[in-house]
C-alpha cells in the first residue's frame, strides 16, 4: 500500500475495520524498539475496542517477553502483536491472519520472514507492506529482483483523505500532550527510527534526505520537531 507517513495508522485502522472476518490475530512491525515503546500507547488509544494491543520486542526482560508472548498466543480475542523483527523469526505463532510492516525491514531477508508468519498450515493470511510514494516504489521492483514479487492491495479498498490523517495526527498529539512521559518516549523513538532508516541494506531507496518531514511529524504525532 503507498502510503505516505501521515497516513499509515488511519490506514491501518481503515484496514482492520474492513477486513472480514475480523483478523483474530494480527502483527504489526516497526523499525525500533523505541517505536514499539511509544506507539503501543498511541495505538491504546486509536483502535477500536474489539483489539487488545500486546508489545513484544528485544530490549523486554525476557519474563516481559515470554508473559507478553504467551498472552499473545493464547488470545482468543482480536489481538494484535505489536514488534520489532525479533517476531520476524524463530518464534513460533499460530493462526496469524494478517501481517503489517508500518517499516520495511532493514535486511531484505526479513521481508520473507516477516510475511511468512501469515496464514501458515493452509490457512489463509494477508501481508501489507507500507511504502511511503516516491522513492520507496523503488522497493517493489528491488524485491521482485530477489524473486519476492508483491502486488498492489486492492482490496479492500484503503482510501485515507488528508482530514482522516489530521484528525488521527490530532488525537496522537492530545495524548501526547496529556503525558509528557509520551511525549520523551516519542522524541527519542522518532530519533531511533531515524536512525535506523539511515542504516538500511537498501540504501540507494531508503534515504534520509528524501524524507518529508513535516509529514513525518504528522504521522507520529509530534508537538515539536
Known amino acids: 500500500l503507498l502510503t505516505p507517513p501521515s497516513h499509515k495508522f488511519p490506514a491501518l485502522l481503515s484496514l482492520l475495520s474492513q477486513l472480514e472476518p475480523t483478523p483474530q490475530k494480527t502483527i504489526i512491525y516497526l523499525s525500533t524498539c523505541a517505536a514499539v515503546d511509544y506507539f503501543q500507547y498511541i495505538l491504546s488509544a486509536l483502535l477500536p475496542n474489539q483489539f487488545s494491543l500486546i508489545p513484544l520486542h528485544g530490549k523486554h526482560p525476557s519474563n516481559v517477553r515470554q508473559k507478553n ?3 499473545y498466543v493464547k488470545a482468543i480475542t482480536p489481538t494484535i502483536l505489536l514488534t520489532t523483527d525479533v517476531a520476524a523469526r524463530g518464534l513460533d505463532i499460530p493462526q496469524v491472519d494478517l501481517v503489517i510492516q508500518i517499516d520495511p525491514p532493514s535486511d531484505p531477508k526479513a521481508f520473507l520472514h516477516r510475511c511468512g508468519r501469515a496464514g501458515r498450515a493452509g490457512r489463509k493470511g494477508l501481508s501489507v507492506i507500507f511504502l511511503q510514494p516516491g522513492r520507496e516504489e523503488d522497493y517493489i521492483p528491488f ?3 530477489r524473486k519476492t514479487p508483491i502486488t498492489p492491495l486492492k482490496r479492500p479498498l484503503i482510501a485515507v483523505t488528508d482530514e482522516d490523517a489530521g484528525l488521527v495526527t490530532s488525537k496522537m498529539r492530545k495524548e501526547v500532550l496529556a ?14 527510527w531515524v536512525k535506523a532508516y539511515s542504516k538500511h541494506q537498501a540504501s540507494s531507496i531508503f534515504r534520509v534526505t528524501d524524507l518529508d518531514w513535516t509529514e513525518l511529524g504528522n504521522g507520529w504525532g509530534l508537538v515539536r520537531l
Open 69 to 71: 508472548f504467551s498472552n
Open 143 to 145: 524485491l521482485e529482483v
Open 179 to 192: 503525558d509528557r512521559a509520551l511525549y520523551d518516549k516519542g522524541q527519542r523513538a522518532f530519533v531511533s
